[in-house]
DNA sequence: ATGGACTAACGTCAAAGTCG
DNA sequence: CGACTTTGACGTTAGTCCAT
């Protein structure tokens, strides 16, 4: 991990306590926020620009951006955040919606896989019985041409 | 009524694939 | 090569069924 950016906490780290964690960094508008017990610091998957997200154990729920930082390790300012949590969110949601898709896809696709199996099963059992037709129009003794053929 | 097993649908992440 | 898409894997939640 690299150009994390300077706060009062190591980074990262669980809380044991409730924690406020406050920028070390010049900026001015980024404002000292909240972890609360047992939270844990987390590398944000902005996939855009290096942030951190306040992860608690028991919610699964996702959280927001709480800091982004630049690969100088200098706080960003606040706005840089807000574009960051905005990138993620449409990042998320866009994949919502191609996770739906794709499953909506393995869904007809084995929807059509049963549909030609049901046909083959279908036209595997007409073939043996037909099979089995012929074997009786055509048994005359033990010394028909078709008397080897082995038995289904 | 309740608790456990099972299933379907969902959201997210990460990795692989695709494209300009 | 970076941005974007697709998809497998995993965890969560809600609904259903069944035994107790």
């Known amino acids: 991990m690299q ?8 980074n990262p780290g669980v809380a044991e306590h409730a924690a ?7 900026a001015a508008d980024c404002a000292p926020f909240y972890i609360p017990d047992g939270g ?20 699964g729920l996702p959280q927001g951006i709480v800091m982004a ?11 840089m955040a807000e574009e960051a949590t905005r990138k993620r969110e449409m990042r998320l949601m866009k ?3 191609a996770a739906k898709a794709c499953r909506l896809r393995r869904k007809e ?11 083959l ?4 059992r007409q073939l043996k019985q037909e099979l089995a037709a012929y074997r009786t129009l055509y048994s005359h003794g033990a010394n028909s041409r078709y008397s080897n053929i082995p038995k289904m």
């Open 69 to 79: 930082a630049s690969s100088t390790g200098l706080i960003v300012p606040q706005h």
């Open 20 to 26: 406020i964690v406050s920028c070390v960094g010049l």
């Open 95 to 97: 994949n919502r919606e």
């Open 121 to 124: 099963v279908m036209e595997n």
């Open 40 to 59: 844990v610091l987390v590398p944000a998957a902005t996939g855009e620009m290096p942030a951190h997200q306040i992860h608690t154990p028991g919610s």
């Open 109 to 119: 696709y084995i929807r059509c896989l049963e549909g030609q199996n049901t046909m």
């Open 3 to 10: 150009g994390f950016p300077s706060y009062s906490m190591p």
